[in-house]
């Protein structure tokens, strides 16, 4: 079991940056990948990156953040962050860190809500025009 805890959002107006930041805790051994998921108002959760833990922790993103958001993650510190740059107010959205472990159905590319193991709360992100 792992537990998932998010920081770092807010309100920025358009063009500005903002990091966030998850903090993982528990059984995290088998966790082998994690990744930072987004639900705009009436849309359904996507996946917008996704970190290998181990091997050549190797990225992904969705063509939407692609360019503009950068995920990286700490091992020794156990955290996983996002930094958002030149944000567009279509990125309003609450944003929500996962991990996904050992023994799931889930893959690290493509990502696949019903694969992850673990979400955390949320954190919402407001990008003002």
């Known amino acids: 079991q792992v537990q998932l805890a998010e920081s770092g959002g807010g309100s920025v107006q358009a063009g500005g940056s903002v990091r966030l930041s998850c903090a993982a805790s528990?059984?995290?051994?088998?966790?082998?990948?994690m990744a930072w998921w987004r639900q705009r108002p009436g849309k359904e959760r996507e996946g917008i990156a996704s970190i290998y833990i181990a091997g050549g922790r190797s990225t992904y993103y969705a063509d939407s953040v692609k360019g503009r958001f950068t995920i990286s993650q700490d091992n020794a510190k156990n955290t996983l962050d996002l930094q958002m740059n030149s944000l567009k107010p279509e990125d309003t959205a609450m944003y929500y860190c996962a991990a996904v472990s050992a023994g799931s159905n889930g893959y690290c590319y493509p990502m696949e809500a019903q694969g992850i193991t673990s979400w955390g709360k949320g954190t919402l992100v407001t990008v003002s025009s």
């Open positions: 528990g059984n995290t051994y088998n966790m082998y990948c």
